[in-house]
């Protein structure tokens, strides 16, 4: 009964996937010749020995790590507080949650426009107000800016998964930790942090499949300069921008062989503990 799902699944995604692996290997130029034949394996020499492509994997690499860094560490946070009662506590977890569902392009927009304008922006307007002088944040501080947006956008995503692991510890534990007279800084690390090494292994397993492939932020604010040009972003340079499908379609396979290298790295390392 599963089949034709199964099928119209797996054909969606290896049609692409298969006419990507082909374009690949030729060289084609729409608006230059279309289909001038096959090149073999000319492409990926090409894109692997362009000047942009390792600093566009260092870019990547950065950007990921930096907002699982941010995510998991403020979420956790977010999480515990958000488990004591407190006065509307059901209106405060809708408005953590709901950057989450903002669109990428709207929330990039929004920090560009109303937070990191140099002249208009709030963090402009709180820098002088100090007596200093405003940050280019977009040109200055151009991958924190883009870690800090993201960041934004993820942090709801890690902070509902680690609240429902919270939710679910069981409260005689910490009790007859406090009982015992465990200060709160041990019950953290003995209880509650041992207890969320689960929540933490699906967030770093999903945030990074969906932050490698970043595009959107980048585009609205830096359009790749000042060293923000993700691998991502790379591809879509050689593609619309140079209008080399071949060679764009080079730099996709080598995204999703990069994908499935940090994929099987932390199945191996990370996701051994939803075994435990």
């Known amino acids: 009964m599963l089949a034709p799902a199964v099928i119209l699944l797996l054909g969606w995604m290896l049609v692409p996937l298969t006419m990507t692996l ?4 030729k060289k084609y130029l729409p608006l230059r ?5 096959w090149v073999g394996f ?3 020499i090409r894109f692997v020995t362009s000047s942009a492509f390792w600093p566009s994997i260092w870019a990547t690499l950065i950007i990921v790590g930096g907002v699982l860094v941010i995510t998991i560490a403020f979420g956790i946070a977010l999480a515990l507080l958000l488990d004591q009662p407190m006065w509307g506590q059901g209106i405060v977890r809708i408005l953590v949650i709901a950057p989450f569902f903002v669109m990428p392009t709207v929330s990039a927009l929004v920090w560009k426009n109303m937070f990191m304008d140099p002249v208009n922006g709030l963090f402009a307007h709180l820098w ?3 007596g200093a002088e405003p940050i280019q944040w977009l040109s200055q501080a151009s991958l924190p800016s883009i870690i800090m947006i993201v960041s934004w956008q993820w942090l709801p995503f890690a902070t509902l998964i680690l ?3 919270i939710q679910s510890l069981d409260s005689e534990q910490i009790e007859a930790a406090e009982m015992d007279g465990a200060p709160w800084r041990s019950r953290f690390i003995y209880i509650i942090l041992p207890h969320l090494s689960r929540a933490i292994t699906i967030v770093l397993l999903i945030q990074t499949i969906f932050l490698l492939g970043i595009f959107a932020e980048i585009f609205v604010t830096t359009q ?3 060293g ?3 691998l ?3 591809i879509y340079q050689r593609v619309l921008e140079s209008q080399n499908v071949g060679l764009g379609s080079a730099g996709g396979i080598y995204a999703v062989i990069l994908a499935n290298i940090i994929a099987i790295f932390l199945m191996r390392i990370v996701g051994k503990n939803l075994d435990a």
């Open 42 to 44: 000319e492409n990926y």
């Open 128 to 130: 002088q107000f100090f």
């Open 22 to 25: 082909v374009f690949s290997f």
């Open 224 to 226: 790749g300069s000042f």
């Open 33 to 37: 010749g279309g289909d001038l034949g």
């Open 163 to 165: 609240l429902t692991a």
């Open 232 to 234: 991502t972003y790379l």
């Open 228 to 230: 923000t040009r993700t």
